[in-house]
């Protein structure tokens, strides 16, 4: 019997990574990245149990900023884009959906995905956007 790709009102996709139990893993939200780059990379670091201190994961960030990433596509493109659009490394802003997606939209997603928000701290258990 084949199985087709979940439907666009599941969370299936995400609650794949959380429930897997053969290989460890991490959720890591893109939020807390940018607000914490050096202590969530760290923490990262040492899930994954590289070899690598504080120093390193500073450097690396640094070589990561998010204009250097947009000024070098650019220059040169960037190849594994996964789309057609103009460029892959638009904005890196925190909430940024919230100046582009239609209320309506926001409202199906919310629909469709309540419980991983919730679970991932994306929305109030009342229903609140946070």
């Not at 940018?34 to 201190?53: C, N, R, S, T, W």
């Not at 650019?74 to 996964?82: N, T, V, Y």
């Not at 959906?97 to 701290?121: D, F, Q």
Request: proline share 5%.
């Amino acid at each position: 019997m084949a199985v087709g790709p979940p439907k666009w009102g599941t969370s299936h996709h995400v609650k794949s990574w959380g429930s897997n139990q053969d290989i460890p893993t991490k959720v890591v939200r893109y939020e807390d990245m940018k607000m914490k780059p050096a202590h969530v990379f760290l923490d990262i670091v040492q899930f994954l149990e590289l070899p690598y201190g504080e120093q390193e994961v500073k450097s690396s960030l640094a070589k990561c900023d998010f204009a250097n990433l947009q000024k070098r596509e650019s220059q040169s493109g960037f190849k594994d884009r996964p789309y057609k659009g103009s460029q892959f490394f638009r904005q890196g802003e925190i909430n940024s959906w919230r100046k582009t997606l239609e209320p309506h939209t926001v409202n199906r997603i919310v629909n469709c995905h309540a419980e991983e928000m919730i679970k991932h701290g994306y929305l109030a258990k009342d229903g609140t956007l946070v």
